[in-house]
């Protein structure tokens, strides 16, 4: 996610010798600190779960999700476990940035799809999760299985960028909105009377609503490097990166960062996804320690969203 | 590490003068002039009008307008401001500077002082040396010379010592330009822990550490001045880091500003001290967060 907020050779000076000589960052934090996320959900009001988060300086990410039915039916003995399916939709908004306006919103979007499409694969229990009915019958000595599945598309709309760390906010928006997503019981009805027609019929009572299971649902951690050594005119600096990442870039930080790895992990504590950009490549060791703190920091966050989700819920209801 | 958006309320002075669009503005006078933000409605008795953008009532006699709270830097000439070159245009001597307004500033060749501090007309080599004077990305500091009709905005840089380009050891910060009133003085003291601050009325502000040498007010002799100008890596690398305290006092005045934005205050030296006092028992990096928000915001409306 390209900024373009580029910063002057001064103040580019500035941020690195802070961290250098102070582990500190202009805003304040230690390299280490991430912000705190602003979070509502709930949103819209139309969507099946929807999510906001909003992070110091304008970074702005509304998700929502849209359900759908899809039956299936299968002939003979089952051999694989049916899944449901995820899609994403992701969409840059033009007031953001004037970068996204017009066709320059494209590559950004499909980039960002693409992450959260490949970050997901690995969340096969939130899949299985959007199993939604199965029927067996037995037709002339034959089985046939027929099941129906949820297809859940999460629509992913940047409002923001100014502060930074977009990829972030927005798998955090996206692991809310699933968690406020809440699936309805789904049973087979044979037809009934003159006319009537068999298929899936969704079960109109509250208490069998079903959220979606988002254990395996992972959020990512971005960490960026400062380059030390020389700055040069065109914007690559110096030769070496220093030593300690920076977490969750502010803008500023993601413009003059030398090379940036967002990590993405689930709860389980197993790696989901990595994506590198940058201008200097990283050395193996660094990237393996890095991967590890990112990793521990996504179980962290998926706990701590875990619990935020679970008690503005309860609020909710007391309030209800 | 998530939490809820905070749902404070200010409460306003009671005859406000605020609209929203579409509320009514009542103007009783014959013949009013309507202003930018305003228009009246066919339905409307002749003495309404209405805002067509939410902001602050403004009436000067008979003329009245809207002036939007948030949005763009709308330039005047004289204001001081704050600004990041995007293009060096040498081909029509001039740089582009972005001031957060609705269109580029210009600023001229003709319209900065050459290195040396001679007076001389502007030869071609000058427009060669465009790039070592204020290259792509500097921040610089300027003030408005001239509003053309359509809105451009010519900038100069004549001041030497005061205006041009920002090579102290600082950060930008951005805020809301309508938080930053017009006063004498835009490049001030702050008076906290050596710290000083261009304030550009388009709302960047730049923060940087007060060096010997700049607080002798514009003493800055001409070969260090020359020697700065190079953009060699000496320039940039020769700083020294500046101390932990002064990093700190560095942060906290950035979050200073960056909290006095977010609680829709005006940056001023006063408020910016005020803040920095209030806070000095907070960690910098804790000053964006919801709770002292939400102490700086019940404190600065007890002092209002």
């Known amino acids: 996610m390209e900024s373009n907020k580029r910063l002057s050779r001064h103040e580019q000076a500035v941020m690195v010798q802070l961290l250098r000589a102070h582990g500190l960052r202009v805003d304040g934090r230690a390299a280490a600190t991430e912000r705190h996320m602003t979070l509502e959900t709930e949103e819209i009001p139309s969507a099946a779960g929807s999510a906001r988060v909003r992070l110091p300086g304008s970074t702005e990410v509304l998700a929502g999700t849209s359900t759908e039915l899809q039956s299936h039916v299968s002939e003979g003995a089952q051999t694989t476990i049916p899944e449901g399916c995820l899609t994403f939709r992701v969409e840059f908004c033009g007031a953001a940035d004037r970068l996204y306006q017009g066709r320059g919103a494209e590559a950004p979007s499909a980039e960002m799809t693409s992450l959260l499409a490949s970050i997901y694969q690995p969340a096969r229990r939130l899949r299985r999760s959007l199993m939604a009915g199965q029927q067996t019958e037995d037709v002339r000595g034959q089985l046939r299985t027929r099941y129906c599945c949820w297809s859940l598309c999460v629509d992913v709309l940047v409002l923001g960028t100014g502060g930074g760390n977009v990829v972030d906010a927005a798998t955090v928006a996206v692991r809310a909105a699933l968690a406020t997503t809440y699936l309805p019981a789904v049973e087979w009805r044979e037809g009934v009377g003159r006319g009537g027609t068999a298929g899936w019929e969704l079960v109109d009572d509250w208490e069998r609503y079903q959220p979606v299971d988002v254990t395996s649902a992972p959020l990512s951690i971005t960490l960026v490097w400062m380059a030390e050594g020389k700055g040069t005119a065109d914007g690559v600096t110096g030769e070496s990166i220093l030593p300690d990442p920076v977490v969750d870039p502010s803008a500023e930080e993601e413009s003059s960062a030398a090379a940036a790895l967002t990590v993405a992990s689930a709860g389980s504590r197993h790696l989901c996804g990595v994506l590198q950009r940058g201008v200097l490549s990283l050395p193996p060791e660094t990237v393996k320690k890095a991967v590890e703190q990112g990793i521990t920091r996504c179980a962290e966050r998926c706990a701590s969203l875990d619990a935020f989700i679970a008690e503005s819920i309860a609020a909710a209801e007391a309030d209800e | ?304």
């Open chain 2, 1 to 304: 590490m998530f939490t809820a958006p905070s749902a404070t309320t200010r409460s306003l002075p009671s005859p406000a003068p605020l609209v929203l669009p579409g509320d009514a503005i009542h103007a009783p006078e014959v013949n009013t002039l309507r202003g930018h933000g305003t228009r009246q409605s066919a339905h409307d008795r002749a003495s309404t009008l209405r805002a067509t953008q939410a902001g602050v009532v403004e009436r000067i006699n008979k003329l009245v307008t809207v002036r939007a709270l948030r949005g763009r830097y709308v330039p005047e000439v004289g204001d001081v401001v704050v600004g990041r070159v995007t293009q060096v245009q040498i081909s029509s001597r001039r740089w582009r500077v972005d001031v957060q307004a609705r269109q580029d500033a210009a600023l001229l060749l003709s319209a900065i002082p050459l290195p040396g501090g001679v007076q001389r007309r502007r030869t071609p080599e000058d427009e060669l040396n465009m790039r070592a004077v204020y290259a792509e990305r500097d921040l610089i500091s300027a003030e408005v010379q001239e509003v053309k009709a359509d809105g451009t905005m010519m900038l100069h840089t004549r001041i030497q010592g005061r205006l041009g380009r920002l090579r102290q050891r600082g950060v930008l910060v951005a805020v809301c330009p309508a938080h930053i009133r017009r006063s004498t003085r835009h490049v001030v003291s702050l008076g906290y822990a050596g710290m000083a601050a261009v304030l550009g009325v388009n709302g960047y502000v730049w923060v940087y550490v007060e060096s010997e040498a700049t607080a002798l007010d514009g003493g800055e002799d001409e070969e260090q001045e020359m020697a700065a100008e190079m953009p060699t890596d000496a320039a940039v690398g020769g700083v020294t880091a500046p101390s932990r305290p002064q990093a700190l006092a560095l942060c906290r005045v950035r979050n200073a500003i960056l909290a006095l934005d977010v609680s829709c205050f005006s940056i001023s030296v006063e408020s910016i001290r005020a803040v920095c006092r209030w806070s000095e028992a907070v960690p910098p990096a804790d000053m964006l967060q919801p709770a002292f928000l939400e102490r700086l915001q019940a404190q600065l409306a007890a002092s209002a």
